[in-house]
C-alpha cells in the first residue's frame, strides 16, 4: 500500500530515485518531531537500500559532499555549489560505496554531523572509502550544529562556503575524533 497509519504525521513527502531518476519509492518526513524516526518509509524501498539519495544527479561528478540526511542534501542541492547525496542514519553501505565509484566518484567530502554516532559513522566512511583507493575530506562541525542543515540555517550560505573551502583532512579528523 502506497499509504499507512504511521504515515499520518508525515507532512512531506520526498520522493527517492534509483541511479537513473526515475520515481522507485516515498519517504515521509515526521515534521511534528512525534514520532520515533524523522524519516519513514510509505513505499517498499528494498530495491533502493543500496543508492544513495540523490545519486542520480550526481552521476559521473568526481567530488561528492555525503550527508546522512535527506533534508540535509536537499538544502546543499538547492544551494547548488556541489553535487551532494545522502546516505541515510545506518552510514555508508558497502554497495552504496560500489554505487559512486560505479558513477565515477574520486573524492568525498563527509558531513554526517556531529554526535558520537555520527562520529563513528563517519571514521568508518573514511575507512571504507580510503580502503576503495579514493579521497577523501571531512566538513568538521562544531557540536553546535548536529548536522549541516543546521549548521547552514543557523549561519549563513558565506559560512558555509568557507566551511567547504575548507575541509579538513580525514586522517587529521580521525586523530582527533577517535572515538
Known sequence: PLWNKGAENCGLVIPYRDSSGRLM???????TRSGQEAYSPLTDMTMLEDVPFLMYKSRRA???IVVEGLFDALLIDQ??????????KSGLSAHQ?????????????????????????TLEAIEN????????????????SSDIDEFI????????????AHPQDAKIWAEE???
Open 25 to 31: 519509492g516515498l519517504y515521509g518526513r515526521d515534521i
Open 62 to 64: 568526481e567530488e561528492l
Open 177 to 179: 575524533n577517535h572515538i
Open 97 to 121: 560505496l560500489d554505487a559512486l565509484c560505479a558513477y565515477g566518484t574520486r573524492h568525498c567530502t563527509l558531513c554526517l554531523g556531529s554526535s558520537a554516532r555520527q562520529k563513528r559513522a
Open 153 to 164: 540555517r543557523s549561519n549563513d550560505l558565506h559560512r558555509f562556503r568557507e566551511l567547504l
Open 129 to 144: 572509502i580510503s580502503a576503495r583507493g579514493l579521497g577523501v575530506s571531512v566538513l568538521p562541525l562544531t557540536d553546535a
Open 79 to 88: 544551494i547548488g555549489i556541489k553535487p551532494v547525496i545522502a546516505i541515510g
